[in-house]
């Protein structure tokens, strides 16, 4: 069964550095998403990603957060520079069109990022 | 943004089947209707969708009211590896998931 996959498992940095999360979406996927989830917290949607575009992003998607698809299969989250608070972890979901019976979004297992 | 209420959390039994329910009072023609689960430390995991008729899959089915302002997931045979957390979401085309804070359903050896 196709899965998203996410690298790295973990990652420890210290503040102010800068971070990349990586996602393998399901290969006939085009919609792709970023959530996250501070430990004891809900998930929390950042952003959508559809056509190399931003379709939807929320407010903690700030400045400091870029998207990328740099090539055909993955697809990624930029923290340029760390807070503490942005330890979390981070969760890279695809699906197909959003509004048709293709619109089930599948999750990846998440990267765990801590902020030092 | 549409909104559902489930109850924070439920026990079962091993081996017996559990309905967890969802109010979605608020819900419009065009949402689906997603459940998923969150197991520790892992990613949410689709569990099963519908529109408006009952759905059965591999995993759970799921009861949709006439009037669809509410629904059922039901596990038919609850496992201790169907310990987790468990969400309802209504969808309608939209980009982003919001996800509450869900049922946590403890499963009893």
């Known amino acids: 069964e196709p899965e998203v996959t996410q690298t790295p498992s973990h990652q420890v940095t210290q503040m102010g550095q800068e971070v990349i999360l990586r996602c393998v979406p399901i290969?006939?996927?085009?919609?792709f998403y970023w959530y996250r989830q501070i430990l004891g917290q809900k998930v929390e949607f950042l952003v959508s990603f559809y056509n190399n575009e931003i379709s939807e992003k929320s407010e903690i998607f700030d400045d400091q957060f870029s998207v990328e698809r740099p090539d055909g299969s993955n697809f990624t989250l930029k923290i340029r520079s760390t807070k503490l608070e942005d330890s979390a972890m981070y969760f890279c979901a695809s699906s197909g069109r959003p509004g048709t019976t293709q619109e089930t979004q599948y999750f990846g297992p998440g990267t765990r990022l801590l902020v030092l | 943004d549409a909104k559902t209420t489930q109850p924070n959390s439920m026990e079962s039994n091993e081996e017996e089947p559990v309905h967890l329910p969802c109010n979605h009072s608020t819900i419009s023609g065009t949402d689906y209707i997603h459940w998923y689960r969150q197991l520790p430390s892992q990613g949410p995991e689709y569990v099963i969708h519908g529109l408006t008729s009952n759905v059965n899959n591999r995993m759970a089915s799921l009861a949709i009211a006439e009037d669809r302002k509410s629904s059922t997931l039901i596990l038919h045979r609850a496992t201790l590896r169907d310990a987790a957390v468990y969400y309802c979401i209504l969808t309608s085309g939209t980009y982003k998931y919001i996800f509450g804070t869900g049922t946590r359903l403890k499963v009893l050896a």
């Open positions: 290969s006939n996927h085009l919609y």
